[in-house]
């Protein structure tokens, strides 16, 4: 489980930079488009924001990788080690939770809907389903990390 812990975190690594970097020259594009030639191109601004939900919603489940989430700890620092543990216990499993039932299953069905009514992006010309794939796509890398989380928990018990 932690080759595929590496592995997941080396592509998702990999795949932010890659959006990242295009984000950036399709933003310097629109930019020199505009300032420069005087005729900015459509399709940038349209692909910068679908480039940006991407990069939020594969950020976030890389962030879960090492538990960078942000959280107020002031109370959990109050808690003996047994309460602790209990409590990372049931944060990871209300995580897993949201991230099946809202994430996989909600957007999944989010992806779906698109799909069959055959929504396109204006410019682009792409199913809005494929750019809302991201949701389910994330939901499912967070579970993964979830249950490692879960797994190296219960390996500190032992």
């Known amino acids: 489980m932690e080759k595929l812990y ?25 930019v020199f488009s505009r300032y420069s030639i005087g005729k900015p191109h459509a399709f940038t601004e349209e692909l910068a924001r679908y480039l940006l939900i991407w990069l939020a919603i594969l950020g976030t489940a890389y962030v879960r990788s090492y538990k960078g989430e942000m959280a107020i700890d ?9 309460k602790k543990r209990i409590m990372n216990f049931a944060i990871e499993v209300m995580i897993l939770l949201f991230a099946l039932v ?33 949701v389910p796509l994330s939901g499912f890398i967070i579970i993964f990390y979830c249950i ?9 018990n032992k």
């Open 74 to 82: 002031y109370f959990f620092n109050k808690l003996n080690d047994t």
């Open 6 to 30: 590496k592995t997941i975190n080396y592509i998702l690594e990999v795949l932010l930079v890659f959006l990242f970097a295009i984000l950036v020259i399709d933003v310097f594009w629109q």
């Open 148 to 156: 490692y989380h879960l797994r190296c928990l219960y390996k500190e």
């Open 102 to 134: 809202i994430m996989v299953v909600g957007g999944m069905n989010l992806m779906y809907i698109t799909l069959k009514l055959g929504q396109v992006s204006a410019t682009l010309n792409i199913p809005i389903g494929y750019i809302y794939s991201v």
